[in-house]
C-alpha cells in the first residue's frame, strides 16, 4: 500500500503554483486522494497534459511519459521536478499541435503498453480524440484519469457518455469500472476514473 502522504492545496480549484510544489495534481480532490491509495509504486504512466499530476505520478508510479502544450508551464513543470528530485523519473515531449499529438500517441509501439493514462490537456485540444487514440495503449489492468470529463469543449464526443458508454469505447465492459468524482467547482464538473474490477 502506497503511504506517501498527498497534501491539497488550499485553493484547489486554482492553486497556481501551490499545486507544484505540494505535487498535487489539479484534479477533484477525491479522486487524487483515491489514486494516492490505489497506485503501487510500479506503473509506467502517460500524462496527456503536464502539471503537478506528472509530479504526483513520478512520486509514486516507477515513470511518467508526458505531452505538454504549453512551454513555458513545461519549463516550469520541469523546474519543480528538479528541485524535488523526480526528474530521473519523467521523460516529456512539448508538442502544440492537436495533429501532431495524436500522431506522437499513434507512434508509440505496440510494445509499450501503459499502467495509468491521464488525459488533462488545456482547454484549446478536443480530448475526445486524445482519448480514442491513447486508449489501445492502455494495458487491460491499467487506470484510466480523464478530468473535466463532462465538458463537451473539451471531450466534445464522449462528454455525456454514461459509464456503460465509456466502458463499451474502450473495450473494457466486463473487466473495468467507473468511478465519477462530481464538483460544481470543476470546470467540466469533475475527474472520472476508470479502473480493473
Known sequence: MNTIKLK???????????????ESPWIVPESALFLAKILKGTEL?????????TLFYARRC???????????????VLKFAYEHGLEDSIEYKFISNQELIEKAIENIGPSKMFDVISVDTVRNYNRSEFL??????LK??????????ASDRLFPSTYNWSDKELLGFLGFENTHKVYDFH????KGKGTRIVTPI
Request: net charge neutral; proline share 7%.
Open 8 to 22: 491539497i492545496p488550499k485553493n484547489y480549484v486554482d492553486p497556481k503554483d501551490e499545486g507544484l510544489r505540494l
Open 132 to 137: 480514442k487514440k491513447s486508449a489501445p495503449k
Open 183 to 186: 464538483n460544481d467547482a470543476w
Open 45 to 53: 504512466v502517460f500524462d496527456i497534459g503536464m502539471g503537478a499530476s
Open 62 to 76: 516507477d515513470k511518467v511519459i508526458g505531452i505538454e502544450t504549453n512551454q513555458k508551464f513545461l519549463d516550469k
Open 140 to 149: 487491460p489492468t491499467g487506470i484510466l484519469i480523464l478530468d473535466n470529463y
